[in-house]
Nanobody, 123 residues
């Protein structure tokens, strides 16, 4: 099994910045793609950004040029640097990762999700 733990959310003013972190732990053999999603009240969960193990990134149009996703493979951690925050960025942010976990008899691949961290942008 593996776990993802996010940190770094909070309250920030319009135009401010926040950096989210998400650390994976457990019986990890390797981690493939990692990413961030968000869910605002009354809305569906949506993709924010993803990053492959090789560092290739993909962003939602709404955050391009403002958010940067990165990862530290040695620390099994993914980051989301959020700049020029807007009220519409207010949401619970979830990290996700495709993790290869080690069991006693095999390797298993599955998607894991963090518990979510609240980001609130005040105007």
């Amino acid at each position: 099994q593996a776990q993802l733990v996010e940190s770094g959310g909070g309250l920030v003013q319009l135009g401010g910045s926040l950096r989210l972190s998400c650390a994976a732990s457990g019986n990890i053999f390797s981690i493939n793609a990692m990413g961030w999603y968000r869910q605002a009240p009354g809305k569906e969960r949506e993709l924010v950004a993803t990053i492959t193990v090789g560092g290739r990134t993909n962003y939602a149009d709404s955050v391009k040029g403002r958010f940067t996703i990165s990862r530290d493979n040695d620390k099994n951690t993914v980051y989301l640097q959020m700049n020029s925050l807007q009220p519409e960025d207010t949401a619970v942010y979830y990290c996700t990762a495709e993790i290869v976990v080690v069991s006693t008899t095999s390797l298993r691949v599955r998607d894991y999700w963090g518990q979510g961290t609240q980001v609130t942008v005040s105007s």
